[in-house]
Protein backbone atom coordinates (compact mmCIF):
# COMPACT_ATOMS: atom_id res chain seq x y z
CA UNK A 1 0.00 0.00 0.00
CA UNK A 2 1.47 3.18 -0.99
CA UNK A 3 2.22 5.82 2.08
CA UNK A 4 0.39 9.22 1.47
CA UNK A 5 2.06 12.39 2.51
CA UNK A 6 -0.06 13.08 5.53
CA UNK A 7 0.45 9.57 6.80
CA UNK A 8 4.34 10.43 6.63
CA UNK A 9 4.52 14.00 8.30
CA UNK A 10 2.40 11.99 10.88
CA UNK A 11 5.41 9.58 11.07
CA UNK A 12 7.83 12.88 11.22
CA UNK A 13 6.19 14.19 13.74
CA UNK A 14 7.34 11.78 16.80
CA UNK A 15 10.83 11.55 15.64
CA UNK A 16 13.92 13.34 17.01
CA UNK A 17 16.94 13.06 14.76
CA UNK A 18 20.39 13.94 15.40
CA UNK A 19 23.04 15.49 12.92
CA UNK A 20 26.44 16.79 12.63
CA UNK A 21 28.09 20.47 12.61
CA UNK A 22 27.41 23.68 14.22
CA UNK A 23 24.89 24.66 12.36
CA UNK A 24 21.62 22.74 10.86
CA UNK A 25 22.28 20.79 7.71
CA UNK A 26 19.49 21.36 4.86
CA UNK A 27 18.18 17.97 5.30
CA UNK A 28 17.38 18.83 8.97
CA UNK A 29 16.24 22.66 7.82
CA UNK A 30 13.49 20.90 4.89
CA UNK A 31 12.08 18.08 7.18
CA UNK A 32 11.25 20.67 10.02
CA UNK A 33 9.26 22.73 7.37
CA UNK A 34 7.53 19.54 6.47
CA UNK A 35 6.75 18.64 10.76
CA UNK A 36 9.55 16.78 12.14
CA UNK A 37 9.38 16.56 15.70
CA UNK A 38 12.67 17.94 16.24
CA UNK A 39 16.19 17.36 16.86
CA UNK A 40 18.83 16.24 19.39
CA UNK A 41 21.95 17.85 20.04
CA UNK A 42 25.07 16.52 20.88
CA UNK A 43 28.49 17.60 22.14
CA UNK A 44 29.50 17.57 18.70
CA UNK A 45 26.92 20.15 17.46
CA UNK A 46 27.53 22.75 20.26
CA UNK A 47 30.65 25.05 20.39
CA UNK A 48 29.60 27.67 22.84
CA UNK A 49 25.93 29.27 23.91
CA UNK A 50 25.91 32.00 21.25
CA UNK A 51 26.39 29.56 18.79
CA UNK A 52 24.00 26.75 20.21
CA UNK A 53 21.73 29.57 20.50
CA UNK A 54 22.12 30.79 16.74
CA UNK A 55 21.72 27.01 16.03
CA UNK A 56 18.33 26.89 17.78
CA UNK A 57 16.81 30.41 16.42
CA UNK A 58 17.76 28.89 12.61
CA UNK A 59 15.66 25.55 13.99
CA UNK A 60 12.32 27.85 15.12
CA UNK A 61 12.54 29.66 11.48
CA UNK A 62 12.01 26.64 9.88
CA UNK A 63 9.63 24.78 13.08
CA UNK A 64 8.41 27.29 15.72
CA UNK A 65 7.27 24.15 17.25
CA UNK A 66 10.62 22.19 17.28
CA UNK A 67 11.50 20.21 20.00
CA UNK A 68 15.48 20.44 21.11
CA UNK A 69 16.45 17.87 23.27
CA UNK A 70 20.03 17.30 24.77
CA UNK A 71 21.74 15.12 27.53
CA UNK A 72 22.41 17.69 29.90
CA UNK A 73 22.79 15.86 33.59
CA UNK A 74 25.52 17.79 34.85
CA UNK A 75 28.61 16.29 35.77
CA UNK A 76 30.15 13.44 33.88
CA UNK A 77 27.52 13.41 31.39
CA UNK A 78 27.62 17.17 29.66
CA UNK A 79 26.75 18.30 26.48
CA UNK A 80 26.89 22.56 26.69
CA UNK A 81 30.54 21.84 29.28
CA UNK A 82 32.55 18.72 27.16
CA UNK A 83 35.12 20.61 25.85
CA UNK A 84 35.65 22.11 29.45
CA UNK A 85 34.33 19.86 31.79
CA UNK A 86 30.71 20.58 33.45
CA UNK A 87 30.66 23.61 35.79
CA UNK A 88 28.19 21.49 38.10
CA UNK A 89 28.75 18.45 40.04
CA UNK A 90 26.71 15.00 38.71
CA UNK A 91 24.19 13.37 40.56
CA UNK A 92 25.80 11.41 42.69
CA UNK A 93 27.62 14.18 44.65
CA UNK A 94 24.28 16.08 45.17
CA UNK A 95 23.25 13.04 46.54
CA UNK A 96 25.95 12.65 48.90
CA UNK A 97 25.83 16.45 49.77
CA UNK A 98 21.55 15.49 50.57
CA UNK A 99 20.44 19.09 50.24
CA UNK A 100 17.39 19.26 48.21
CA UNK A 101 17.47 23.04 48.09
CA UNK A 102 20.76 22.64 46.38
CA UNK A 103 19.98 20.14 44.07
CA UNK A 104 16.58 22.18 42.60
CA UNK A 105 18.87 25.26 42.97
CA UNK A 106 21.78 23.65 41.07
CA UNK A 107 18.95 22.34 38.25
CA UNK A 108 16.85 25.66 37.69
CA UNK A 109 20.62 27.51 37.38
CA UNK A 110 21.22 24.88 34.37
CA UNK A 111 17.62 24.97 33.40
CA UNK A 112 18.53 29.09 32.60
CA UNK A 113 21.62 28.11 30.38
CA UNK A 114 19.71 25.60 28.56
CA UNK A 115 16.97 28.07 28.07
CA UNK A 116 18.74 30.75 26.80
CA UNK A 117 20.51 28.56 24.48
CA UNK A 118 17.28 27.71 23.20
CA UNK A 119 17.17 24.06 24.60
CA UNK A 120 13.67 23.09 25.35
CA UNK A 121 13.88 19.61 26.88
CA UNK A 122 17.00 18.08 29.01
CA UNK A 123 17.23 14.32 29.10
CA UNK A 124 18.03 14.61 33.21
CA UNK A 125 17.80 13.66 35.58
CA UNK A 126 18.61 9.78 35.76
CA UNK A 127 16.12 8.59 38.39
CA UNK A 128 17.98 5.20 38.76
CA UNK A 129 18.70 3.89 41.73
CA UNK A 130 22.23 2.66 41.68
CA UNK A 131 21.74 -0.62 43.45
CA UNK A 132 24.62 -2.35 42.06
CA UNK A 133 28.02 -0.38 42.60
CA UNK A 134 29.18 -2.68 39.65
CA UNK A 135 27.28 -0.85 37.45
CA UNK A 136 28.74 0.13 34.09
CA UNK A 137 26.44 2.95 32.72
CA UNK A 138 25.01 4.46 35.70
CA UNK A 139 27.38 5.13 38.54
CA UNK A 140 27.91 8.41 39.49
CA UNK A 141 24.61 9.72 37.00
CA UNK A 142 22.38 8.24 39.90
CA UNK A 143 21.70 9.80 42.91
CA UNK A 144 22.44 7.18 45.00
CA UNK A 145 21.60 3.43 46.30
CA UNK A 146 18.64 4.77 48.29
CA UNK A 147 15.37 4.73 47.15
CA UNK A 148 13.93 7.19 48.79
CA UNK A 149 17.09 9.73 48.64
CA UNK A 150 17.13 9.33 44.44
CA UNK A 151 12.95 10.16 44.81
CA UNK A 152 13.91 13.08 47.03
CA UNK A 153 16.46 14.45 44.42
CA UNK A 154 14.93 13.72 41.75
CA UNK A 155 12.11 16.03 42.60
CA UNK A 156 13.68 18.64 43.82
CA UNK A 157 16.13 18.64 40.15
CA UNK A 158 12.62 18.28 37.92
CA UNK A 159 11.05 21.25 39.97
CA UNK A 160 14.32 23.20 39.33
CA UNK A 161 14.87 22.47 35.78
CA UNK A 162 11.29 22.75 34.49
CA UNK A 163 10.76 26.21 36.33
CA UNK A 164 13.49 27.80 34.24
CA UNK A 165 11.06 26.74 31.20
CA UNK A 166 12.84 23.16 30.05
CA UNK A 167 11.06 20.20 30.58
CA UNK A 168 12.62 17.84 32.24
CA UNK A 169 13.08 14.08 31.25
CA UNK A 170 13.54 11.17 34.37
CA UNK A 171 15.33 8.07 32.57
CA UNK A 172 15.67 5.13 32.17
CA UNK A 173 12.88 4.22 32.69
CA UNK A 174 11.70 1.22 34.95
CA UNK A 175 14.95 1.56 36.22
CA UNK A 176 19.02 0.94 34.98
CA UNK A 177 20.55 1.19 38.31
CA UNK A 178 20.24 -2.60 39.55
CA UNK A 179 21.91 -3.92 35.83
CA UNK A 180 24.98 -5.11 34.90
CA UNK A 181 25.51 -4.44 31.00
CA UNK A 182 25.61 -1.54 29.58
CA UNK A 183 22.81 -1.13 27.00
CA UNK A 184 24.32 0.25 24.30
CA UNK A 185 25.88 -3.44 23.87
CA UNK A 186 24.03 -5.36 25.16
CA UNK A 187 20.72 -6.32 26.78
CA UNK A 188 20.45 -5.52 30.29
CA UNK A 189 18.38 -7.57 32.85
CA UNK A 190 16.54 -5.67 35.95
CA UNK A 191 16.54 -8.03 38.87
CA UNK A 192 12.68 -8.81 40.33
CA UNK A 193 13.53 -8.09 43.52
CA UNK A 194 14.38 -4.77 42.65
CA UNK A 195 11.18 -3.51 40.40
CA UNK A 196 9.85 -1.74 43.33
CA UNK A 197 12.63 0.12 44.28
CA UNK A 198 13.64 1.15 41.18
CA UNK A 199 10.01 2.16 40.35
CA UNK A 200 10.24 4.64 43.50
CA UNK A 201 12.11 7.55 42.13
CA UNK A 202 9.85 7.51 38.78
CA UNK A 203 6.24 7.55 40.70
CA UNK A 204 7.82 10.94 42.62
CA UNK A 205 9.21 12.24 39.36
CA UNK A 206 5.16 11.37 38.13
CA UNK A 207 3.50 13.24 41.17
CA UNK A 208 5.77 16.47 40.38
CA UNK A 209 4.49 16.82 36.82
CA UNK A 210 7.46 15.73 34.88
CA UNK A 211 6.67 16.37 31.52
CA UNK A 212 8.58 13.37 29.74
CA UNK A 213 9.87 10.08 31.33
CA UNK A 214 12.43 8.15 28.77
CA UNK A 215 12.65 4.19 28.03
CA UNK A 216 15.66 2.23 29.29
CA UNK A 217 16.75 -0.28 26.97
CA UNK A 218 16.38 -3.44 29.48
CA UNK A 219 14.44 -6.41 29.85
CA UNK A 220 12.05 -6.48 32.99
CA UNK A 221 10.83 -10.33 33.07
CA UNK A 222 8.30 -9.73 36.11
CA UNK A 223 6.89 -7.63 33.17
CA UNK A 224 7.83 -9.08 30.21
CA UNK A 225 10.34 -11.89 29.65
CA UNK A 226 10.52 -10.99 25.74
CA UNK A 227 10.69 -7.86 24.91
CA UNK A 228 13.14 -4.98 26.30
CA UNK A 229 11.36 -1.80 28.35
CA UNK A 230 11.05 0.48 25.23
CA UNK A 231 9.52 -1.90 22.74
CA UNK A 232 6.99 -3.28 25.70
CA UNK A 233 3.22 -2.79 25.72
CA UNK A 234 3.06 -4.03 29.16
CA UNK A 235 5.95 -1.85 30.63
CA UNK A 236 5.08 1.44 28.88
CA UNK A 237 1.60 1.16 28.08
CA UNK A 238 0.17 -1.34 31.46
CA UNK A 239 2.79 0.12 34.09
CA UNK A 240 4.01 3.74 33.30
CA UNK A 241 0.69 5.42 31.59
CA UNK A 242 -1.79 2.66 33.58
CA UNK A 243 -0.32 1.76 37.14
CA UNK A 244 1.81 4.84 38.00
CA UNK A 245 -0.79 7.51 35.64
CA UNK A 246 1.73 9.20 33.69
CA UNK A 247 0.14 11.37 31.06
CA UNK A 248 3.05 13.01 29.58
CA UNK A 249 5.90 12.43 26.94
CA UNK A 250 7.25 8.57 26.47
CA UNK A 251 10.54 9.48 24.90
CA UNK A 252 12.92 6.43 23.98
CA UNK A 253 16.97 6.17 24.47
CA UNK A 254 18.63 6.18 21.54
CA UNK A 255 16.83 3.76 19.14
CA UNK A 256 19.96 2.98 17.56
CA UNK A 257 21.70 1.10 20.65
CA UNK A 258 22.05 -2.47 20.45
CA UNK A 259 19.74 -3.54 23.17
CA UNK A 260 16.64 -2.77 20.90
CA UNK A 261 18.27 -2.22 17.34
CA UNK A 262 20.24 -5.51 17.09
CA UNK A 263 17.06 -7.66 16.63
CA UNK A 264 15.17 -5.15 14.53
CA UNK A 265 17.19 -2.65 13.06
CA UNK A 266 16.26 0.87 13.54
CA UNK A 267 13.05 1.09 12.03
CA UNK A 268 11.86 -1.72 13.22
CA UNK A 269 12.63 -0.92 16.78
CA UNK A 270 11.25 2.88 16.62
CA UNK A 271 7.87 1.23 14.63
CA UNK A 272 7.33 -1.21 17.46
CA UNK A 273 8.40 1.62 20.59
CA UNK A 274 5.62 3.70 19.09
CA UNK A 275 3.53 0.59 19.21
CA UNK A 276 4.43 -0.22 22.67
CA UNK A 277 3.14 3.45 23.96
CA UNK A 278 6.74 5.80 23.45
CA UNK A 279 5.71 9.06 21.70
CA UNK A 280 9.07 10.41 20.82
CA UNK A 281 11.97 8.60 19.06
CA UNK A 282 15.85 9.57 19.41
CA UNK A 283 18.31 8.52 16.89
CA UNK A 284 21.73 9.86 17.17
CA UNK A 285 25.29 9.10 17.82
CA UNK A 286 27.10 7.89 14.17
CA UNK A 287 23.29 7.18 12.49
CA UNK A 288 22.73 11.04 12.02
CA UNK A 289 22.30 11.63 8.38
CA UNK A 290 19.31 12.10 6.18
CA UNK A 291 18.92 8.26 4.87
CA UNK A 292 18.78 7.18 8.07
CA UNK A 293 16.28 9.72 9.52
CA UNK A 294 14.06 9.08 6.28
CA UNK A 295 13.89 5.46 6.72
CA UNK A 296 12.70 5.01 10.23
CA UNK A 297 9.86 7.50 9.32
CA UNK A 298 9.32 5.21 6.28
CA UNK A 299 8.91 2.08 8.43
CA UNK A 300 7.07 3.84 10.95
CA UNK A 301 4.56 4.59 8.02
CA UNK A 302 4.85 1.01 6.77
CA UNK A 303 4.06 -0.23 9.87
CA UNK A 304 0.70 1.60 10.21
CA UNK A 305 0.27 0.42 6.72
CA UNK A 306 0.35 -3.14 7.58
CA UNK A 307 -1.43 -2.80 10.63
CA UNK A 308 0.74 -3.36 13.38
CA UNK A 309 0.85 0.29 14.48
CA UNK A 310 -2.24 1.30 14.56
CA UNK A 311 -2.67 5.26 13.00
CA UNK A 312 -4.49 6.32 16.38
CA UNK A 313 -1.50 5.66 18.58
CA UNK A 314 0.68 7.09 16.22
CA UNK A 315 -1.52 10.18 16.04
CA UNK A 316 -2.39 10.18 19.91
CA UNK A 317 1.98 10.10 19.68
CA UNK A 318 2.42 13.26 17.92
CA UNK A 319 -0.38 14.80 19.99
CA UNK A 320 1.88 14.61 23.20
CA UNK A 321 5.00 15.67 21.04
CA UNK A 322 2.55 19.47 20.39
CA UNK A 323 1.66 19.64 23.36
CA UNK A 324 5.05 19.17 25.48
CA UNK A 325 6.57 21.54 22.82
CA UNK A 326 3.66 24.18 23.09
CA UNK A 327 4.26 24.06 26.94
CA UNK A 328 8.30 24.40 26.12
CA UNK A 329 6.94 27.69 24.27
CA UNK A 330 5.10 28.94 27.33
CA UNK A 331 6.62 28.12 30.58
CA UNK A 332 8.83 29.10 33.26
CA UNK A 333 11.27 32.03 32.58
CA UNK A 334 15.41 31.73 32.56
CA UNK A 335 16.72 32.35 36.35
CA UNK A 336 20.07 34.83 36.04
CA UNK A 337 23.22 32.60 36.27
CA UNK A 338 24.88 31.80 39.64
CA UNK A 339 28.41 30.86 38.96
CA UNK A 340 28.85 29.69 42.67
CA UNK A 341 26.52 27.17 42.81
CA UNK A 342 28.47 24.31 41.32
CA UNK A 343 31.69 25.09 42.77
CA UNK A 344 29.77 25.39 45.97
CA UNK A 345 28.11 21.98 45.76
CA UNK A 346 31.21 20.12 44.75
CA UNK A 347 32.85 20.83 47.80
CA UNK A 348 30.66 20.09 49.97
CA UNK A 349 30.99 16.85 48.37
CA UNK A 350 34.27 15.79 49.22
CA UNK A 351 34.74 13.37 51.74
CA UNK A 352 38.23 13.05 53.25
CA UNK A 353 40.07 9.76 55.19
CA UNK A 354 42.86 10.16 56.99
CA UNK A 355 45.02 6.67 57.72
CA UNK A 356 48.28 8.85 58.93
CA UNK A 357 49.39 10.66 62.10
CA UNK A 358 51.45 12.55 60.11
CA UNK A 359 49.96 15.67 58.27
CA UNK A 360 50.44 14.82 54.89
CA UNK A 361 48.09 17.60 53.77
CA UNK A 362 48.03 20.09 52.70
CA UNK A 363 51.34 19.27 50.34
CA UNK A 364 54.31 20.05 51.41
CA UNK A 365 55.01 21.59 47.46
CA UNK A 366 54.68 20.28 43.73
CA UNK A 367 53.32 17.07 43.73
CA UNK A 368 53.66 14.22 41.38
CA UNK A 369 49.97 13.13 40.20
CA UNK A 370 49.42 10.14 38.26
CA UNK A 371 45.85 9.85 36.76
CA UNK A 372 44.65 6.27 35.89
CA UNK A 373 42.39 6.37 32.88
CA UNK A 374 40.03 4.20 32.31
CA UNK A 375 37.54 3.43 29.35
CA UNK A 376 34.33 5.26 29.80
CA UNK A 377 31.03 4.14 28.66
CA UNK A 378 29.26 6.16 25.28
CA UNK A 379 26.90 7.86 27.65
CA UNK A 380 30.11 9.76 28.57
CA UNK A 381 32.17 12.38 26.17
CA UNK A 382 35.78 11.16 25.39
CA UNK A 383 36.89 14.42 24.99
CA UNK A 384 35.58 15.73 28.40
CA UNK A 385 38.76 16.34 30.82
CA UNK A 386 38.74 15.21 34.18
CA UNK A 387 41.54 15.26 36.65
CA UNK A 388 43.26 16.52 39.89
CA UNK A 389 46.47 17.03 38.34
CA UNK A 390 45.44 20.28 35.88
CA UNK A 391 43.92 22.57 38.38
CA UNK A 392 46.38 21.65 41.24
CA UNK A 393 48.93 22.67 38.89
CA UNK A 394 47.29 26.09 39.21
CA UNK A 395 47.17 26.49 43.09
CA UNK A 396 50.94 24.60 43.18
CA UNK A 397 53.15 25.21 40.06
CA UNK A 398 55.64 23.07 39.69
CA UNK A 399 53.32 20.12 39.96
CA UNK A 400 54.39 17.25 37.71
CA UNK A 401 51.18 15.03 35.94
CA UNK A 402 51.40 11.29 34.48
CA UNK A 403 48.36 9.99 32.93
CA UNK A 404 48.42 6.18 31.87
CA UNK A 405 45.85 3.96 30.71
CA UNK A 406 45.05 0.17 31.03
CA UNK A 407 48.12 -1.63 29.40
CA UNK A 408 50.50 1.78 30.38
CA UNK A 409 50.96 0.62 34.01
CA UNK A 410 53.38 -1.99 33.43
CA UNK A 411 55.95 -2.88 36.43
CA UNK A 412 58.30 -0.86 34.69
CA UNK A 413 56.49 2.30 34.29
CA UNK A 414 55.25 2.36 37.79
CA UNK A 415 59.07 1.99 38.98
CA UNK A 416 59.89 5.27 36.77
CA UNK A 417 57.50 7.18 38.36
CA UNK A 418 58.18 5.98 41.81
CA UNK A 419 61.60 7.12 41.23
CA UNK A 420 60.38 10.58 39.15
CA UNK A 421 58.22 11.27 42.46
CA UNK A 422 60.88 10.90 45.13
CA UNK A 423 61.15 13.32 47.15
CA UNK A 424 57.48 14.73 46.37
CA UNK A 425 54.28 14.25 47.50
CA UNK A 426 52.59 11.55 45.67
CA UNK A 427 48.78 11.78 44.30
CA UNK A 428 46.91 9.06 42.70
CA UNK A 429 44.06 9.40 41.07
CA UNK A 430 41.71 6.70 40.34
CA UNK A 431 38.16 6.69 39.03
CA UNK A 432 36.46 3.38 40.02
CA UNK A 433 38.91 1.43 40.59
CA UNK A 434 37.27 -1.27 41.90
CA UNK A 435 35.42 -1.91 38.90
CA UNK A 436 38.79 -2.24 36.68
CA UNK A 437 41.79 -4.25 38.13
CA UNK A 438 44.43 -2.74 36.27
CA UNK A 439 43.75 0.56 38.44
CA UNK A 440 43.34 -2.27 41.56
CA UNK A 441 46.93 -3.52 40.68
CA UNK A 442 48.81 -0.18 39.83
CA UNK A 443 47.34 1.53 43.24
CA UNK A 444 48.45 -1.58 45.22
CA UNK A 445 51.77 -1.49 43.71
CA UNK A 446 52.42 2.42 44.03
CA UNK A 447 50.81 2.22 48.00
CA UNK A 448 53.75 -0.87 48.63
CA UNK A 449 56.87 1.75 48.01
CA UNK A 450 54.19 5.08 48.66
CA UNK A 451 52.61 4.52 52.07
CA UNK A 452 52.12 8.93 52.39
CA UNK A 453 50.55 8.71 49.16
CA UNK A 454 47.20 10.65 48.38
CA UNK A 455 44.66 8.64 46.81
CA UNK A 456 42.16 10.48 45.12
CA UNK A 457 39.11 8.48 44.07
CA UNK A 458 36.91 10.59 41.42
CA UNK A 459 34.30 7.46 40.65
CA UNK A 460 32.84 5.22 43.77
CA UNK A 461 34.41 4.93 46.53
CA UNK A 462 33.89 0.96 47.41
CA UNK A 463 37.33 1.59 49.76
CA UNK A 464 38.07 4.82 51.82
CA UNK A 465 41.12 3.21 53.89
CA UNK A 466 43.48 3.52 50.71
CA UNK A 467 46.61 5.91 50.94
CA UNK A 468 48.02 7.78 54.25
CA UNK A 469 44.69 10.36 52.71
CA UNK A 470 42.25 9.12 50.66
CA UNK A 471 39.73 11.45 48.91
CA UNK A 472 36.62 10.80 47.78
CA UNK A 473 35.11 13.50 45.07
CA UNK A 474 31.58 11.84 43.98
CA UNK A 475 32.00 12.75 40.89
CA UNK A 476 34.82 13.53 37.58
CA UNK A 477 33.59 17.04 36.82
CA UNK A 478 35.73 20.13 36.46
CA UNK A 479 34.40 21.44 39.49
CA UNK A 480 35.26 17.66 41.71
CA UNK A 481 38.54 17.89 40.23
CA UNK A 482 38.76 21.85 41.32
CA UNK A 483 37.57 20.97 44.90
CA UNK A 484 40.00 18.22 45.01
CA UNK A 485 43.02 20.04 44.35
CA UNK A 486 41.64 22.71 46.94
CA UNK A 487 42.04 20.36 49.53
CA UNK A 488 45.40 18.75 48.25
CA UNK A 489 46.81 22.65 48.29
CA UNK A 490 44.90 23.30 51.50
CA UNK A 491 42.51 25.75 50.00
CA UNK A 492 39.65 24.07 51.75
Excluded at 60 to 73: F, H, I, M
Excluded at 224 to 240: M, Q
Aim: some cysteine.
Amino acid sequence: MPMSGDLLRLADAVLLPGFHGHAPPDWIRRRLGQGLAGVVLFSRNIAGPEQVARLTAALRSENPAVLVGTDEESGEVTRLEADTGSSRPGAYALGVVDDVTITESLARDLGGDLARAGITIDFAPSADVNANPDNPVIGLRAFGADPALVARHTRAFVRGLQSAGVAACAKHFPGHGDTSVDSHHGVPVMAERGIQDALVPFREAIAEGVRAVMTGHLLVPSYDAERPATLSPKVLTGLLREELGFDGVIVTDGIEMTAVSAPYGLGGASARAIAAGADAVCVGGEHADEATAANIRDAIAAAVTTGSLPEERLADAARRVRELAAWAGSSGSPPPGDTRIGPDAARRAIRVTRRSADPVLPLAGPAHVLELVPDMNLAIDRKTPWGVGEPLSRLVPGTVVTRLMAGGTTGSALEALIVAAAGKPLVVVVRDAHRHAWQEDALGHLLSARQDAVVVEMGLPARTDLGAVHIATYGAARVCGEAAAEVLAGRL
